[in-house]
């Protein structure tokens, strides 16, 4: 019994949506692409890579408090259970890494990571020289 009352409220569902009328003088949806006005089919030539700065090489911060940017690729795994960033930047292993240790500020009071920051791409950027300008930036000091 159940297995028909399943295939019938099964076929009701079906048989309730194929009824629909298009409106015949619909006017079409225009939408707007950050690709530009191509078409699907145009072939677009490859972007240009992102060049990071030589090591060593760091861009001053801007403004009091500005997280540090970050100087490579930032594409590491990063969750409450594993955070990529901390194989390099752990202050137990920074020195012998060559890099920089996280602030004391994202610690426990026992010196531990503090699990609160795990996700460090939300203040810290790569500083990449990025050929191609995603978005408008009229943004002055």
Same mark, same amino acid.
């Given at each position: ?40 089919? #145009? ?8 060049? /990071? ?22 594409? /590491? ?12 930047? #752990? ?11 996280? @602030? ?5 009071? #026992? ?5 609160? /920051?795990?996700?460090? @791409? ?6 990449? #020289? ?12």
């Amino acid at each position: 019994m159940k297995k028909i009352l399943t295939i019938a409220a099964a076929m009701l569902a079906i048989s309730a949506c194929s009824g629909q009328n298009i409106e015949p003088n619909a006017t079409p949806v225009k939408v707007a692409s950050l690709a530009g006005n191509s078409p699907i089919t #145009d072939v677009r030539p490859a972007e240009e890579v992102s060049v /990071y700065p030589s090591r060593g090489t760091a861009i001053e911060r801007t403004f009091a408090h500005q997280p540090p940017l970050v100087p490579h690729r930032t594409t /590491y795994a990063l969750s409450t259970k594993k955070n990529g960033c901390l194989t390099c930047h #752990d202050p137990k292993k920074a020195k012998r890494m060559k890099a920089t240790a996280v @602030d004391v500020s994202h610690l426990k009071a #026992d010196g531990s990571f503090n699990n609160e /920051y795990y996700f460090c @791409d939300q203040c810290h950027v790569a500083q990449a #020289d990025n050929k191609q300008a995603i978005i408008e930036n009229a943004f002055t000091k």
